[in-house]
């Protein structure tokens, strides 16, 4: 006998309860969690792609406009200081 069972917490097996009640039927199946899941998983998605191209929009802008500038003022600053 379990701990449970000795305390009285824990219903007995049906087995044992001496009057066999028949079994209810199964519970419906609660639909919310699935599609709940699928409308998050759908959000999630679609914010990882436009998250993914703001990122790419971003590293091309700084390749493209930045790097060049950063270049050129590095270039600068090493002609002025060779000797």
Known sequence: M???E???AA???IAE????APAAPDKPRRIW?????TVLLVLFSQYMILAFGVG???AATL???????LVADFE????ALRP
Do not use: C, M, N
């Not at 390749?63 to 500038?69: E, G, I, K």
């Not at 600068?76 to 002609?79: E, F």
């Open 17 to 20: 309860s001496g009057d066999a």
């Open 33 to 37: 969690p699935r599609v709940l899941r």
């Open 6 to 8: 000795e305390t009285g």
């Open 56 to 58: 790419l929009s971003v």
């Open 63 to 69: 390749r493209y406009f930045v790097a060049p500038q």
């Open 76 to 79: 600068t600053i090493a002609k």
């Open 11 to 13: 219903a007995p097996p």
């Open 2 to 4: 379990s701990f449970l």
